[in-house]
């Protein structure tokens, strides 16, 4: 695409500073216990993956360059697991964040890491990729290559794109970390899309909305949401129209979940032995709360209150035209 197509690149290094990646493969500490989840962790100069496989863990550095040497980072990576990682040797992959222009150029279209690459701290690259032959299917009806068509697949490609870039800033811009150069960079020292300066300023005093987000088929409004308040966003903030809920119902609600949980885990057997079975976990019971101890929104309790009902709001009738 690059190359014999002659399609320019455009790189995303000015708002996204990652740009080496320091893998390797390391064994389980205890190979009965595997973890169900994924888990990144925050380092000197970028982050730490786990993924906990079958046989062995796949791991690696996310890093930066300019805060940082190779050597460094494989070093800071090994130090981190210790024991575990003895006698393994990490390599170092480079990482060109960004994305062609163009995906579909002629009768060429770039699908998956050919077109482009963020990095994975959303995982994002296979749905992209799966998104990305969807969206093809669809624009190619005929084999004349319109060019009409390929404006849109085109248009569609770029905007994915530009919502996870947005999204993953999103989490280094809003970081709070002061212990080393690379995190007050990443908070203070890039570029932001004109998209996400304005909405980081709308949500100032409102919670986001589909309406803010010019793609959401990844990262939806109340992802964003859950973002900001894990980062303190809206800490002792007033937002007169975003919902909540009352401190009664939802300690009514946690209540009920932690009563429902050991009936929950009765009988389920640990992650390593269901991957071992192909996944045929024996079935356990899922206890819920009871419908009457799911928490409702409420307009008191919170700093966060509701707006009073106006005469058009949900639930009410329109008034009648004379």
């Known amino acids: 695409m690059q190359q014999a197509l002659g399609e320019p690149f455009e790189p995303y290094g000015d708002y996204l500073l990652n740009d ?32 906990p496989l079958t046989t062995r863990v796949g791991t690696g550095y996310i890093f930066s360059s300019r805060f940082i040497s190779d050597d460094e980072a494989m070093a800071e990576l090994l ?26 150029v ?6 998956g890491l050919s077109g482009g690459f963020i990095e994975p701290l959303e995982a994002t690259a296979i749905f992209m990729t799966d ?24 248009r569609q490609v770029a905007r994915v794109y530009e919502e996870v870039r947005d ?50 088929y990844l990262f939806s409004s109340p992802v964003y949401t ?11 903030r007033r937002l007169a129209k975003a919902s909540s809920l009352s401190r009664t119902a939802y300690e ?12 929950q885990l009765a009988g389920l057997i640990g992650h390593a032995e269901f991957l071992r079975t192909g996944g045929k976990a024996p079935a356990g019971p899922l206890a819920m709360p009871r419908p009457g101890e799911m928490p409702a929104f409420a307009t008191v309790g919170t700093k966060i209150r509701l707006p009073a009902q106006s005469k058009f709001s949900p639930g009410r009738r329109k008034p009648k035209r004379r």
């Open 167 to 216: 999204f993953i800033q999103a989490h280094y811009h809003l970081n709070n970390r002061q212990d080393s150069e690379y995190w007050r960079t990443a908070r203070e020292g890039m570029k932001l899309s004109d998209r996400l300066q304005e909405n980081l300023k709308v949500w100032r005093h409102t919670t986001p909305e589909v309406l803010d987000l010019d793609s959401a």
């Open 106 to 111: 002629k009768n060429c279209v770039a699908l």
């Open 226 to 236: 859950l973002l900001l308040i894990a980062k303190g966003f809206y800490k002792d």
């Open 252 to 263: 009514r609600y946690r209540a009920a979940e932690r009563k429902a949980r050991p009936d």
């Open 131 to 154: 998104l990305g032959a969807r969206w093809l299917q669809h624009y190619l009806p005929t084999q004349d290559f319109e060019p009409e068509l390929a404006a849109a697949y085109n």
């Open 79 to 104: 130090a981190f697991y210790g024991d575990q990682a003895k006698g393994c040797e990490p390599r170092i992959i480079p990482i060109k964040t960004g994305r062609v222009r163009n995906a579909w």
């Open 20 to 51: 080496r990646a320091a893998v390797v493969q390391i064994p389980h500490k205890d190979p009965r216990i595997i973890a169900p989840t994924t888990r990144a962790t925050g380092l000197s100069a970028g982050w730490n993956f786990n993924i």
